[in-house]
């Protein structure tokens, strides 16, 4: 008898791509092995259960051995159906062998426990070895249990390198055991953190199928008769410039014709590329044509038992909330109709988008299109979660821009990872963990204060909290009738409860949290560290307050963009993105720190240490004009600016300051006096006052004096206050 091995590209027998030695197949539901040989043949399946310390099977032994067997007969086109019986969880091996004819194949190595799939756009596909978990990748790949399926990210290989107009029903990929860095480095680290969580958590084996490619659209994983069928999906697709028809498929250019029609994989075209460069200029790119990604990299896996699905957005949809809320319900559709499930349908898992800067985005983008990531979740026919990143570190890749090291892409995906596990855990498994990311659910006003219910709080008996204990609640806006939005004071209220208010605010009609694409000063979270979605609570016309990080003094730097690039591969090595100082000495003698030994409004201050400031005045501001701060800074809805102060050394000093608009005319205040008292005092500046364009202002400069020369000085806050809307418009 000819026996052939599942890796032998020979092999008479034909299986679905997805099974091969060391997969894992689906617990708790019937899994299909619809197979291929020649027509009208005798087919034999055998399903054997062995110790995984490889000893002989004695007969005692009634857990092992033969657990399954059953014959077909190959139809007219040579195609055989079994059907395994539900399996229990097991880290025993199971060996599959088909017989067909003269022909045998044998799959070794299979565990049982639960698969999930891990797709979507370039955060999803940053593999291990470009994320941070490629410090611990040694530690990490010790878990021969975890097994992984991959396919190349473009979705062809060698003898396919043209996208086929028609789905597949085979791929090129592997399964292999994650016992090694080479096993890993190349998965995606979402995936692998969440499967190697997943295995410590449920302590079964885990499945992932990692089919996630960078830089795709959703419509690209969508069938061809859905995007045809929707006349808003198939609109956004040609505003995108990727629609192609039979008539034009794989061509770069959409007006010449293929002469002769298109076969599958006919038309040879360039590998594509996984880069992104700006995600939000629709250039046409062979793998976003309608339903490429769907036939080379979710068609063959057509029936796949699995749990549930990870799923990570694509850049390249920021502008088009609405529509990618239409195209991702259709997707989810898809999987209810590709996949089984024990749940009867799986489970659906994704993340939002980091924060990032898009020129040719508001500030406002990334938190719109997050909204919707919330807010579809509950129109989902499917169980759904939802995490939140924006308290993540934004720094990215190396130092030269590659495939992955570009801006887009946050190399923190350990905790997104956890993060997914843990909301997997409540959803999906009936764990005692949340089944996604807090959300308000409620909301009343009473007197001058707004108050918000939460739902996804965190553990049973816990909840809601500041990230790191802080003790300054921050993130909230809250608006009067005039729907202008200002930050406000906020404060947590038996853990499920928020109270949001402004003093300057008698009748607040409306608020928001975190809404803006830089939040990471946002800090609600779960009693489990996960950070509360951003939201406003309605979507009336309305002017939403821009990132202003400087103001609270409790923090050096940040992550910036410190100007608007449009190619961060034609950028300056010195334009890229990367933590800057937030504020600057920029004359005198002087060094600001950072310290927690004085802070009064939040958990840390800054402290100025100068020297010869009778004699040379020491000038300090913050930096307003980095592009991710979306200069120029508006102060014209404001009468008044203050600085909290404390002199250390107990000596008269004195305070200045000069404002300077975007054409460059400036204004400089009278001395103001900090007195030698042992207290925080508060220098106020009229902002009226001020013969500058306040709606532009593109400096902020203190100046501070001092009689002894050398001294110290803790400045614990920015304040703006005495709200005047008389003069200020919503459109600017």
Same mark, same amino acid.
Request: include cysteine; hydrophobic fraction near 40%.
């Given at each position: 008898?000819?026996?052939?091995?599942?890796?032998?590209?020979?092999?008479?027998?034909?299986?679905?791509?997805?099974?091969?030695?060391? &997969?894992?197949?689906?617990?708790?539901?019937?899994?299909?092995?619809?197979?291929?040989?020649?027509?009208?043949?005798? @087919?034999?399946?055998?399903?054997?259960?062995?110790?995984?310390?490889?000893?002989?099977?004695?007969?005692?032994?009634?857990?092992?051995?033969?657990?399954?067997?059953?014959?077909?007969?190959?139809?007219?086109?040579?195609?055989?159906?079994?059907?395994?019986?539900?399996?229990?969880?097991?880290?025993?091996?199971?060996?599959?062998?088909?017989?067909?004819?003269?022909?045998?194949?044998?799959?070794?190595?299979?565990?049982?426990? +639960?698969?999930?799939?891990?797709?979507?756009?370039?955060? &999803?596909?940053?593999?291990?070895?470009?994320?941070?978990?490629?410090?611990?990748?040694?530690?990490?790949?010790?878990?021969?249990?975890?097994?992984?399926?991959?396919?190349?990210?473009?979705?062809?290989?060698?003898?396919?390198?043209?996208?086929?107009?028609?789905?597949?029903?085979? =791929?090129?990929?592997?399964?292999?055991?994650?016992?090694?860095?080479?096993?890993?480095? !190349?998965?995606?680290?979402?995936?692998?953190?969440?499967?190697?969580?997943?295995?410590?958590?449920?302590?079964?084996?885990?499945?992932?199928? +990692?089919?996630?490619?960078?830089?795709?659209?959703?419509?690209?994983?969508?069938?061809?008769?859905?995007?045809?069928?929707?006349?808003?999906?198939?609109?956004?697709?040609?505003?995108?410039?990727?629609?192609?028809?039979?008539?034009?498929?794989?061509?770069?250019?959409?007006?010449?014709?293929? @002469?002769?029609?298109?076969?599958?994989?006919?038309?040879?075209?360039?590998?594509?590329?996984?880069?992104?460069?700006?995600?939000?200029?629709?250039?046409? +790119?062979?793998?976003?044509?309608?339903?490429? &990604?769907?036939?080379?990299?979710?068609?063959?896996?057509?029936?796949?038992?699995?749990?549930?699905?990870?799923?990570?957005?694509?850049?390249?949809?920021?502008?088009?909330? +609405?529509?990618?809320?239409?195209?991702?319900?259709?997707?989810?559709?898809?999987?209810?109709?590709?996949? @089984?499930?024990?749940?009867?349908?799986? @489970?659906?898992?994704?993340?939002? &988008?980091?924060?990032?800067?898009?020129?040719?985005?508001?500030?406002?983008?990334?938190?719109?299109?997050? !909204?919707?990531?919330?807010?579809?979740?509950? =129109?989902?026919?499917?169980?759904?979660?939802?995490?939140?990143?924006?308290?993540?570190?934004?720094?990215?890749?190396?130092?030269?821009?590659?495939?992955?090291?570009?801006?887009?892409?946050?190399?923190?995906?350990?905790?997104?990872?956890?993060?997914?596990?843990?909301?997997?855990?409540?959803?999906?498994?009936?764990?005692?963990?949340?089944?996604?990311?807090?959300?308000?659910?409620?909301? !009343?006003?009473?007197?001058?204060?707004?108050?918000?219910?939460?739902?996804?709080?965190?553990?049973?008996?816990?909840?809601?909290?500041?990230?790191?204990?802080?003790?300054?609640?921050?993130?909230?806006?809250?608006?009067?009738?005039?729907?202008?939005?200002?930050?406000?004071?906020?404060?947590?209220?038996?853990?499920?409860?928020?109270?949001?208010?402004?003093?300057?605010? =008698?009748?607040?009609?409306?608020?928001?949290?975190?809404?803006?694409?830089?939040?990471?000063?946002?800090?609600?979270?779960?009693?489990?560290?996960?950070?509360?979605?951003?939201?406003?609570?309605?979507?009336?016309?309305?002017?939403?307050?821009?990132?202003?990080?400087?103001?609270?003094?409790?923090?050096?730097?940040?992550?910036?963009?410190?100007?608007?690039?449009?190619?961060?591969?034609?950028?300056?090595?010195?334009?890229?993105?990367?933590?800057?100082?937030?504020?600057?000495?920029?004359?005198?003698?002087?060094?600001?720190?950072?310290?927690?030994?004085?802070?009064?409004?939040?958990?840390?201050?800054?402290?100025?240490?100068?020297?010869?400031?009778?004699?040379?005045?020491?000038?300090?501001?913050?930096?307003?004009?980095?592009?991710?701060?979306?200069?120029?800074?508006?102060?014209?809805?404001?009468?008044?600016?203050?600085?909290?102060?404390?002199?250390?050394?107990?000596?008269?000093?004195?305070?200045?300051?000069?404002?300077?608009?975007?054409?460059?005319?400036?204004?400089?205040?009278?001395?103001?006096?900090?007195?030698?008292?042992?207290?925080?005092?508060?220098?106020?500046?009229?902002?009226?006052?001020?013969?500058?364009?306040?709606?532009?202002?593109?400096?902020?400069?203190?100046?501070?004096?001092?009689?002894?020369?050398?001294?110290?000085?803790?400045?614990?806050?920015?304040?703006?206050?005495?709200?005047? =809307?008389?003069?200020?418009?919503?459109?600017?």
């Amino acid at each position: 008898m000819r026996e052939n091995n599942d890796d032998n590209v020979l092999q008479v027998i034909e299986l679905p791509s997805h099974f091969g030695s060391h &997969m894992v197949l689906q617990r708790g539901v019937t899994t299909r092995i619809l197979g291929r040989f020649r027509p009208d043949e005798q @087919a034999r399946i055998v399903l054997e259960h062995l110790p995984a310390d490889g000893r002989p099977i004695l007969p005692h032994d009634s857990q092992f051995g033969v657990v399954f067997e059953d014959q077909d007969r190959t139809d007219h086109e040579g195609y055989f159906d079994f059907r395994l019986p539900v399996l229990d969880a097991s880290f025993d091996p199971y060996r599959l062998t088909i017989t067909v004819a003269d022909s045998r194949l044998t799959l070794s190595d299979l565990l049982v426990g +639960d698969v999930w799939l891990a797709g979507g756009g370039a955060n &999803m596909a940053l593999p291990v070895s470009r994320a941070d978990l490629a410090d611990q990748a040694d530690a990490l790949s010790n878990v021969e249990h975890v097994r992984l399926f991959t396919i190349p990210e473009s979705g062809l290989f060698d003898d396919l390198q043209a996208y086929s107009y028609v789905p597949l029903d085979k =791929t090129n990929g592997t399964w292999r055991k994650a016992d090694s860095p080479d096993a890993v480095n !190349e998965i995606s680290a979402i995936g692998f953190g969440f499967a190697r969580a997943l295995l410590v958590a449920l302590k079964v084996p885990i499945g992932l199928i +990692d089919i996630a490619a960078s830089g795709t659209y959703l419509h690209s994983w969508l069938s061809r008769e859905v995007v045809e069928d929707d006349t808003f999906i198939k609109g956004r697709v040609r505003e995108v410039k990727q629609y192609r028809d039979y008539s034009n498929w794989n061509r770069l250019k959409p007006d010449k014709q293929n @002469a002769e029609g298109i076969r599958k994989a006919e038309i040879r075209i360039r590998r594509p590329k996984m880069a992104m460069d700006q995600p939000d200029e629709h250039q046409f +790119d062979p793998k976003n044509q309608p339903s490429a &990604m769907f036939n080379h990299k979710l068609a063959p896996f057509n029936g796949l038992s699995l749990r549930g699905i990870l799923w990570y957005p694509s850049e390249n949809e920021l502008d088009a909330p +609405d529509a990618f809320a239409r195209a991702f319900r259709c997707l989810v559709g898809q999987f209810v109709s590709m996949f @089984a499930s024990p749940d009867g349908v799986p @489970a659906v898992l994704y993340a939002q &988008m980091p924060p990032g800067f898009y020129p040719n985005q508001d500030h406002k983008q990334i938190a719109v299109f997050n !909204e919707m990531l919330a807010q579809v979740k509950r =129109t989902l026919k499917v169980p759904a979660g939802y995490v939140t990143c924006y308290d993540l570190p934004l720094e990215y890749g190396g130092e030269d821009p590659g495939v992955y090291d570009v801006p887009y892409l946050p190399k923190a995906k350990a905790v997104i990872a956890v993060r997914l596990a843990r909301i997997a855990l409540g959803l999906v498994y009936g764990k005692d963990h949340a089944p996604s990311a807090p959300e308000p659910k409620a909301m !009343e006003a009473i007197g001058n204060k707004l108050m918000l219910d939460f739902e996804h709080v965190g553990a049973t008996g816990q909840g809601l909290r500041t990230s790191g204990d802080s003790r300054l609640l921050k993130g909230f806006a809250v608006c009067g009738e005039d729907r202008i939005f200002v930050p406000a004071m906020a404060r947590i209220l038996h853990g499920v409860q928020i109270m949001v208010w402004h003093d300057e605010i =008698t009748e607040p009609v409306s608020l928001t949290y975190g809404f803006a694409n830089f939040n990471s000063d946002s800090n609600l979270v779960s009693s489990e560290g996960m950070p509360a979605t951003a939201f406003r609570m309605d979507l009336e016309p309305s002017q939403y307050a821009k990132p202003m990080l400087w103001m609270d003094c409790d923090r050096l730097n940040a992550f910036v963009w410190p100007k608007k690039i449009v190619s961060i591969r034609r950028a300056r090595r010195e334009d890229w993105p990367s933590v800057r100082p937030l504020w600057t000495v920029t004359s005198g003698r002087g060094d600001l720190l950072l310290s927690a030994e004085h802070a009064r409004w939040g958990d840390q201050s800054l402290l100025l240490s100068y020297k010869n400031a009778d004699s040379r005045a020491v000038v300090f501001e913050p930096c307003l004009e980095y592009a991710s701060l979306y200069p120029p800074l508006d102060l014209s809805m404001w009468k008044s600016i203050s600085a909290h102060l404390f002199s250390v050394d107990h000596g008269k000093k004195q305070l200045a300051l000069q404002v300077e608009d975007d054409n460059q005319v400036t204004y400089s205040y009278q001395p103001l006096t900090l007195d030698a008292t042992y207290r925080f005092q508060e220098l106020v500046f009229d902002l009226a006052e001020a013969q500058v364009n306040r709606a532009r202002i593109t400096k902020l400069r203190f100046t501070l004096t001092d009689p002894l020369g050398h001294g110290q000085m803790w400045l614990d806050r920015i304040r703006l206050f005495g709200i005047d =809307t008389r003069n200020w418009k919503k459109d600017r």
